[in-house]
């Protein structure tokens, strides 16, 4: 089968066409996940609106759409831990975006960990859900870099 | 640093703490991001609400909840292309998971597509969004796999 979307789709066919025309949900965002380009690791989901990604395709560093300020944020810019995207992808509905960065100072998490996902889902002896702490050493203190 | 949490976080703290306190948005769903526990790739974003947790937990196959037909859901039900979970973790504010799976018959994708991300987002000599296909060959017919 191709490799190519098939000839037979529309340029703007949500799923094999080849023109961005994201869809947003009812508050206007789409998901991102922010995967470290060497480790392929997931750093952190978030949300980007039109103006985050325009702003990040156009830059090539990751803006984000913040729901709890509910402001436009570019990653780093209180940390000064900026993300540069080497790779996007969109995914099939295009409600998704898939970014691939290397991140400045090796944290993303607002922590001070490497990545946000720092705790495994384990189930303890009764078969109870229970957290185990995985990854979880802090790179900065968070207190010092966000003042 | 303790690469364990601080042990002046009480336990049900939500971002140090041990305890699975799931923070469900306003519809009652958290995100997931589902990779290729081989590749390390991301093969979907989807959503699960308090049940499809629970069940991804206790049975080690993802469930998810479709927004679209809004319905819990098992992955593979219709196709048999069951999703193994090698490892969950959760995020730092606990309204995301990231499951490692190992996706039978090597397709996530209903298009027949190993991920759903099959679109990198480039741009054209004018600066504009385009999308080129990446890993986009079919591993299956949807035609014939969901009937």
Redesign the interface.
């Known amino acids: 089968?191709s490799?190519?979307?098939p000839s037979s789709a529309a340029p703007d066919d949500v799923?094999?066409?080849?023109?961005?025309r994201p869809k947003f949900d009812a508050n206007g965002l789409i998901?991102c996940?922010t995967?470290d380009a060497t480790?392929?690791?997931?750093l952190?989901?978030a949300f980007m609106n039109a103006e985050a990604l325009q702003k990040t395709?156009?830059s090539g560093d990751a803006w984000y759409f913040s729901r709890s300020r509910a402001k436009l944020w570019r990653k780093g810019e209180s940390s000064g831990l900026v993300q540069k995207v080497l790779?996007?992808?969109?995914?099939?509905?295009q409600d998704?975006?898939?970014i691939k960065v290397e991140q400045g100072g090796g944290a993303a998490?607002?922590?001070?960990?490497r990545s946000?996902?720092?705790?495994?889902?384990d189930?303890d002896d009764t078969?109870a859900?229970?957290?185990?702490?995985?990854d979880?050493?802090?790179l900065f203190?968070p207190a010092k870099v966000y003042r």
């Open positions: 089968m490799a190519s979307s799923e094999e066409g080849l023109v961005l998901t996940v995967t480790s392929g690791d997931v952190m989901v395709i156009d790779e996007m992808r969109l995914d099939c509905d998704a975006v898939w998490c607002h922590t001070g960990r946000c996902f720092y705790r495994r889902i189930r078969g859900p229970l957290l185990t702490p995985v979880a050493e802090r203190d």
